[in-house]
């Protein structure tokens, strides 16, 4: 997904506009992650890229992109470029030893 979005059109509440825009986005992800996984990949990573306009754009976490979008937002930016990509991820396996974090108990 590759769009520019307006953040500042006419006779639109622009918080209204911003909500919109991020359900564009959570849309577009959930939609690519219910594809079916390739062959050896364990799950949908994401190649994203964001700024004020296409040639400003530059490659972000997906989980930055909405905090992101609304510090663009709070400067007044007329619109934003947002460029998703989905890729197969393949998790890495844990080194021999290591224990989980969450399970460490001491008292």
């Not at 996984?37 to 040639?55: S, T, V």
């Amino acid at each position: 997904m590759r769009k520019t979005y307006p953040l500042r059109p006419e006779g639109k509440h622009p918080d209204r506009v911003l909500d919109a825009v991020k359900h564009d986005i959570r849309k577009y992800q959930k939609r690519e992650r219910r594809r079916e996984l390739p062959e050896g990949a364990h799950f949908w990573d994401f190649d994203c890229r964001f700024g004020a306009d296409k040639d400003s754009a530059q490659t972000v976490h997906p989980g930055e992109l909405m905090n992101l979008l609304d510090a663009l937002a709070k400067e007044g930016a007329t619109q934003c470029y947002v460029e998703l990509q989905a890729k197969p991820g393949v998790r890495k396996p844990r080194p021999a030893g290591a224990e989980p974090e969450a399970a460490s108990d001491e008292e």
